[in-house]
């Protein structure tokens, strides 16, 4: 997500602020792409995704009378979009929440070790799916994602101290998990 | 857990969830439906607050007020027909 690079002037950012609906077009039609992307590393589900991106502008919009212009735009949007993924992830039935086909339907950076089984990956998948959502959140975007733990801590509203507190916790969570259905990671 | 089992669960954990592609994105326009979801926003019933209620309910709720601070003995009265 652009932070100093952004192509929006903060004539743009004021007028975002007073309402005006074109710059809010502008602004938009800049962060739509990471604002989604993010949302998605964080639900990873692509239509859920997109639905969050809309539900994240329309938040946005509500709330930019707080919205300060003489601060970047994308680390505050990006803020807005954790808390609309979270919300939808703390409404999801772990069991229909993450499959392994869902995460195998997601585009890939990368294709994966094929010495893991495919199995012990699925049986991650969904423990990690039990997780709480707060400690999913941090592990995904910090183990998976290899997001900067500085911006983790930014959009989730906490310390970086506390979000390798979180990613410690969902891999001793994940590891308990695996380990009862008889999985020795 | 020690730091090697750490290293192993971030491991797997990255083997059972692929990173997503840097250059993921929407597959259609998401602007026309944030568009509908201002105008449904804008069309929906606003929640009362101060602003919202008339000047001349409060005048009533005044006048009310001073009346029965006035004459307390009225107070039985309201009470009986409310």
Sequence with gaps: MPDGSSLVTSGVLHCFREGDLDAFEALFREHQRPVFGWILRMVRNAAAAEELTVETFWRIHRARERFQPDRPFAPWARRIATRAALDWLRAQ?????????????????STGDPGIAAEIRRKTALAFARLPPSLRAAAVLAVVEEQPHREIAAALGITVGAVKLRVFRALRLLRKDLEQQGITP | MNAHDEDRMKELLKEALPPVAADAEPERDLWPAVLRRLDEDAGAPRRATFQSVPWFDWALLGGLAVFTVSFPATIPVFLYYL
């Design chain 1, 93 to 109: 039935r772990p069991e229909v929440e993450l499959t392994a086909e869902m995460a195998g339907a997601l585009p890939s950076a």
